[in-house]
């Protein structure tokens, strides 16, 4: 939504769904902008304007767009964000004004326990909209918060799978009842402990995990 560099990104947007329609990709993800800092409302003129065009152009090439939900803000919120997609919300403010079945979400629980947001509850609302699924968590440190606020370091902190709060086997749970039949990724990077020469670690864990609630096939 950086008018400055709106047409580069206009490209790279088209560029991406053409690249999945050649390699036979059913889905495309990434952020839907924002106005940065502006309110996250403000952004919704220019929301409609740039993703009405983009939709028509996936539908055009059976292509999906999923947005991520990650807020890319301040301690893990929409506080100087660059992401407008980032509440349930403005999810839903953002399939009324475009409601095509070319925009959907790349859902991300983690990002829903950072704002106190049950994940569970998103998905009861807007499991058909899932078309791509981030399985990375997050953890509230009670201890900091009660006595620090959200406003510090450590207070919540990204975790892999069965490590944090998401209750993953519920998670799965409604993302087959709402018919999902996409691919359910582990994103790594983010969990403090298992990190470095611990990240192969803590992605096999992951893995183990999570297969009490997928066969793995």
Known sequence: MDTEKAEEYKCLVRNSILLAEKMKVPVVAGFSGRVVGKDLKESVPMYKKLWEEHARFAEDHNVKIAFENCPMGSFHTPCNGINFMCTPEMWEIAFNEVPSDALGLEWDPSHLICQFIDPVVTLRKFGKKVYHVHTKDAHINQDIIKQYGIWYPGAIEHCF????????????????????????????????????????????????YLTNFVVHD
């Open 161 to 208: 799978p069965g490590l944090g709060d998401t209750d993953w086997g519920i998670c799965i749970k409604e993302l087959l009842r709402q018919g999902y039949t996409g691919d359910i990724n582990i994103e790594g990077w983010h969990d403090l402990v298992y990190s470095r020469n611990k990240e192969d670690e803590g992605l096999i864990n992951t893995f183990k």
